[in-house]
Nanobody
Framework: VQLQASGGGLVQAGGSLRLSCAAS????????MGWFRQAPTNEREFVAG????????YYGDSVKGRFTISRDNPKKMVYLQMNSLKPEDTALYYC???????????????????WGQGTQVTVSS
């Protein structure tokens, strides 16, 4: 699976952005998908995950209630709608794919099989 993330940019605190992740290659619906982020000097952090069917979603505590993950399997796309952005959301955002399992998408980045190149999100105060 090849992944291409896009949609990052500079936004003021309280604003919104929508990230997109385009997949190509192997059957997209075989994979649970996740969004992660990494700020300078920080570890890669789980932001959100979605099961292969889109039936279940999971969020990191810091984004719960503000971010929404979704997917469109026929289009091979995953989205991250980010509302009420805060300066602490500033990071490089990655989409990632992990072969689907009954556990759902892992929160551990080392368990993911494929990664996109990252898109920068900067939130100004």
């Amino acid at each position: 699976v090849q992944l291409q993330a896009s949609g990052g940019g500079l936004v003021q605190a309280g604003g919104s952005l929508r990230l997109s992740c385009a997949a190509s290659g192997r059957t997209f619906s075989w994979y649970d998908m996740g969004w992660f982020r990494q700020a300078p000097t920080n570890e890669r952090e789980f932001v959100a995950g979605i099961t292969w069917s889109g039936g279940s979603t999971y969020y990191g505590d810091s984004v719960k209630g503000r971010f929404t993950i979704s997917r469109d399997n026929p289009k091979k796309m995953v989205y991250l709608q980010m509302n009420s952005l805060k300066p602490e959301d500033t990071a490089l955002y990655y989409c990632a794919a992990v072969f689907r399992s009954t556990r759902g998408p892992s929160r551990r980045p080392d368990e993911y099989d494929y990664w996109g190149q990252g898109t920068q999100v900067t939130v100004s105060s």
